[in-house]
Structure formats: structure tokens, C-alpha cells
């Protein structure tokens, strides 16, 4: 799989949803772009040495692997400054869409990354067990505890008829 030319049109295949999961992951997408772009870059130069025929679930473990190692780091983040950049919807337009992102954001990085991989990837428990490098029940533990913070959380709290939050 040394193939350049398979590299570049795997690129341009799944960027969109790499940058999706990064996103959901960073809940930035400054960051989401950084950490793609650094996954990808891993994975070049881990290229050659592939033999899958399929190389996503080695990308996808680069990319939860990077995201929390980044968490883990203490490093000093880019300065806000006087003037906002625009704004895009990123995932779903919808308020409830928007709330449900929110509260994922809240979570823990380990926690969101079994939530995303779990749920957003449609992955099964041994399979995001493999990707994040740790046992089933560890995924189950960290899924059920981020269930629980999720209903709790405020911004998942129902309207009333007024708009207010109840």
C-alpha cells in the first residue's frame, strides 16, 4: 500500500467525514482541522508499511489517539481577539442538534471519544474498544457514565412553551 496516488484519493475520500469525527471530538473546528491534518500526516508516513485493504480503522485510531494525547498536553491555546470570525453550522441545524453537540462538548475527552465512535460512527463496543486501545468494559463504564452526565446536562434540558428552560 505504498501507492502515493492511493494516499491522495484516500485523502480526498474521507477527509469530510475525518473532519466530521475530529470535530465531534474537539468541539472546535480549528482544532478539528489541526488534528485531522496531523492524523493524516501520521498516516502518510505509516503508509507503506498498511496492508489492510481497507486503512480507515488505522486512521480513525490515529485521530482518537492524537485528540486525547492533545488533551492531555498543556499547551497554551490561541488568544481571542477583538473581532469574531464568521460563523458556519457545523453539525445539524437544528437547536436541538446544536444543544446535543453542546452538551457532547461538556464530556470528557475519553468519554466523548466512546460517545462519537460509539454513536456517531455506529461502531460496536469491541470495535471502539480496539480503536481507543482499551477493554470493552472500559468502553461500556465510560459510555454509560457519559449517558448519565448527558441527562443531567443543562443544555439538554427542555423548553417550556415560553422558550425558558425548565
Known amino acids: 500500500m505504498a501507492d502515493p496516488e492511493l494516499f491522495d484519493a484516500f485523502v ?3 477527509s469530510p467525514s475525518l473532519l466530521r469525527t475530529a470535530y465531534l471530538l474537539t468541539h472546535d ?4 482541522e489541526d488534528l485531522v491534518q496531523t492524523t493524516l500526516t501520521k498516516t502518510w508516513f505509516a503508509w507503506g508499511r498498511l496492508n489492510d485493504d481497507d ?6 485510531r490515529v485521530l ?10 498543556l499547551w497554551v491555546r490561541e488568544r481571542p481577539t477583538a473581532e469574531l470570525p464568521e460563523q458556519t453550522a ?5 437547536p436541538e442538534a446544536h444543544d446535543l453537540w453542546v452538551a457532547i462538548g461538556h464530556l470528557p475527552p475519553r468519554q466523548r471519544a466512546v460517545v462519537v465512535l460509539r454513536y456517531y460512527e455506529d461502531l460496536s463496543e469491541a ?5 481507543l486501545g482499551c477493554s470493552v468494559g472500559t468502553v461500556k463504564s465510560q459510555c454509560s457514565k457519559a449517558m448519565s452526565k448527558l441527562r443531567v446536562d443543562a443544555a439538554l434540558v427542555p423548553l417550556v412553551d415560553d422558550g425558558s428552560r425548565s
Open 127 to 131: 470495535e471502539t474498544a480496539q480503536l
Open 29 to 32: 473546528r480549528g482544532l478539528a
Open 90 to 94: 457545523e453539525v445539524g441545524d437544528s
Open 55 to 60: 486503512p480507515v480503522r488505522y486512521v480513525r
Open 64 to 73: 482518537v489517539a492524537t485528540s486525547v494525547s492533545w488533551h492531555r498536553r
Open 12 to 14: 480526498v475520500a474521507r
